[in-house]
């Protein structure tokens, strides 16, 4: 049965409109997460701000539940809802350059390789996340890990400016000195405020060519790998990123000894933004200090370090993820972390170790609206991926574990929402803490009273909260 008014919206639009009339419907709603398996009624693939505005109000007449959609990767089940309404940015993906201003304007639906691409033919970058095929929209608003964080800080903290589009229809151009209100709600507190169809970053310096060092050791060296990373992260320079992987399978790659290839085990990959002289000292004490099972040291372009964990998380994978944020990587949980790795199932299943400091420390708290404290030196994700239902399962009681071993060496209650996959408003109260949750509440209140854009890691507007 079709929906009323769904050929007038269709007349409205510049983009298409798609429904389970259409053919290619099926591809239309698919999502990188292939856990996510729900039926919009209505996929509004919109190609600027007035098709936003007019699918808002399609669905807000209707009564409909209303997700975006940027780059289709993340963990939230709720954000492809059951007989609602999807505003779908993916053909939105343009980025325009400034080489000379160092700053880029990137639309709603672009992904990291998309931003990539354009920014490197100059030589510039900004923070952004591990795997490629992510979208920046996503990325961008709720913090933005990546190789340079370190360096730059979180993708958020180099956010210059946004294109919002709000519950009631209006287009707003937001910055520190329009709607700042608006502009520190969406650094960090996700989709809940409006659609956002374009970002002006602040670009860095990078590349093309950077340096990675990859060092892989076994399981039974979990201990020692750890404490020797807490000893690089310590004294990471600004111009180097630095991951922590346990548990990380070593893949098949060429640069992978056949015989080590599919052998679980844990991994320290640095990279290095200066030169090549720097990034060698950077690595020769780990080299001293622990010989790995196998290395692999190269120059190689920013954009392929950018697509270097690919191969973990390709589309249609079936993920969730649990993360929190530490303040130190203690030698307690050090022990948590060797005893959790060989009780997963999957070889895709790992766990992701940022440390931070450098750039994103040199930030105040109450300067955006991340929920990490800036005083964390780790986020930690656990990640679950799994190319079934099935062994996903089974992986997801296990990150669950795992987290709730590893929170009790935690001092900080903050989390990094664009790793929270469970539908647990508790969890995002704690998050945020009660101050900033608040005040997030109360910009809510005023910019989308009704809860409009609920699917999500959902802040309820503050008049909506229970006393």
Request: charged residues 20%.
């Amino acid at each position: 049965m079709r929906m009323s008014g769904i050929d007038a919206l269709r007349a409205q639009l510049s983009g298409r409109v798609i429904d389970e009339s259409n053919t290619d419907y099926d591809s239309a709603r698919a999502v990188w997460n292939g856990e996510i398996n729900r039926k919009p009624a209505v996929i509004a693939r919109c190609t600027g701000p007035s098709d936003v505005a007019a699918a808002i109000a399609f669905g807000r007449e209707r009564a409909m539940s209303i997700s975006v959609r940027g780059g289709g990767h993340g963990y939230w089940e709720a954000a492809l809802p059951d007989g609602g309404l999807v505003i779908d940015l993916s053909d939105m993906r343009g980025v325009s350059v400034d080489p000379g201003s160092h700053r880029a304007w990137c639309s709603g639906g672009a992904t990291i390789a998309d931003l990539d691409v354009a920014t490197q033919r100059h030589g510039l970058a900004v923070t952004g996340g591990t795997v490629s095929h992510t979208g920046v929209g996503g990325l961008t608003l709720g913090g933005g890990f990546g190789w340079l964080v370190h360096k730059a800080g979180l993708t958020i903290d180099n956010l210059l400016a946004a294109e919002v589009v709000t519950a009631d229809g209006r287009t707003l151009g937001v910055s520190a000195d329009e709607y700042a209100d608006l502009f520190w709600a969406i650094r960090g507190g996700g989709g809940n405020f409006g659609v956002v169809t374009g970002f002006e970053f602040r670009l860095h310096e990078v590349g093309p060519l950077v340096y990675l060092g990859l060092f892989f050791w076994g399981l039974d060296q979990g201990m020692e790998v750890l404490r020797l990373g807490r000893e690089v992260a310590a004294s990471l320079p600004r111009d180097a990123g630095l991951l922590l992987a346990a548990g990380l399978t070593a893949p098949a790659a060429p640069y992978v000894p056949a015989h080590y290839r599919g052998t679980p085990g844990f991994g320290l990959l640095v990279a290095g933004f200066g030169s090549a002289q720097e990034h060698a000292a950077l690595i020769a004490p780990i080299r001293e200090a622990l010989p790995a099972m196998f290395e692999f040291v190269t120059p190689l372009p920013y954009v392929e370090l950018q697509k270097i964990l690919d191969e973990s998380a390709p589309w249609g994978s079936h993920a969730y993820e649990k993360s929190l944020c530490l303040r130190e990587l203690s030698d307690e949980s050090i022990v948590a972390f060797t005893d959790l790795i060989p009780r997963k199932s999957s070889p895709m299943s790992f766990v992701q170790i940022f440390p931070l400091g450098g750039a994103f420390a040199a930030v105040n708290d109450s300067d955006t609206a991340f929920g990490c404290s800036r005083a964390a030196r780790f986020v930690v994700n656990t990640v679950a991926v799994a190319p079934n239902a099935e062994l996903l399962a089974t992986d997801r009681a296990w990150a669950r574990s795992a987290w709730q071993t590893l929170v009790s060496h935690s001092s900080d209650t903050g989390g990094y929402l664009n790793f929270l996959a469970d539908d647990d408003s508790d969890r995002v109260h704690t998050a945020y803490g009660p101050a900033k949750y608040q005040r997030l509440a109360q910009i809510k209140a005023r910019y989308d009273p009704d809860n409009v854009f609920r699917m999500n890691p959902n802040i309820k507007p503050a008049m909506l909260q229970k006393p």
